[in-house]
């Protein structure tokens, strides 16, 4: 079955740190670009970072720049999102895409081909 599944989603005070991963099954995701994407209860989704095929090139939102790092492992075929400095902003559901045969890291939602379930992150005051 071809799927992305994100895990390491947890409840953290703000000041902390989580680490996302997003496991792909089913194929290889090494030839595409992945992004990692939010939503918040009553809000729209928005871009959060993604990372071009092989790591070379990647991009933030800036509301998370300079606290997030998007990495990947092609070996592995999974995603990672290190978070830390965490706020109560950034709680919300995040999820994993893969945009396929794109090696080139993307903001818009619209261009992924495949997404994941999603994973709570809840950060306290």
């Known amino acids: 079955q071809v799927q992305l599944v994100e895990s390491g989603g947890g409840l953290v005070q703000a000041g902390g740190s989580l680490r996302l991963s997003c496991a792909g099954t089913?194929?290889?995701?090494?030839?595409?670009?992945m992004g990692w994407f939010r939503q918040a209860p009553g809000k729209e989704r928005e871009f959060v970072a993604a990372?071009?095929?092989?790591?070379?090139?990647?991009h933030y939102a800036d509301s998370v720049k300079g606290r997030f790092t998007i990495s990947r492992d092609n070996n592995k075929n999974t995603v990672y999102l290190q978070m830390n400095s965490l706020k109560p902003e950034d709680t919300a559901v995040y999820y994993c895409?893969?945009?396929?045969?794109?090696?080139?890291?993307?903001?818009?939602?619209?261009?992924?081909?495949?997404w994941g379930q999603g994973t709570q992150v809840t950060v306290s005051p």
């Open positions: 990372i071009s095929w092989n790591g070379g090139n990647t």
């Open positions: 089913g194929r290889s995701f090494s030839r595409d670009a």
């Open positions: 895409a893969a945009d396929y045969y794109n090696g080139t890291p993307k903001r818009y939602g619209n261009a992924y081909d495949l």
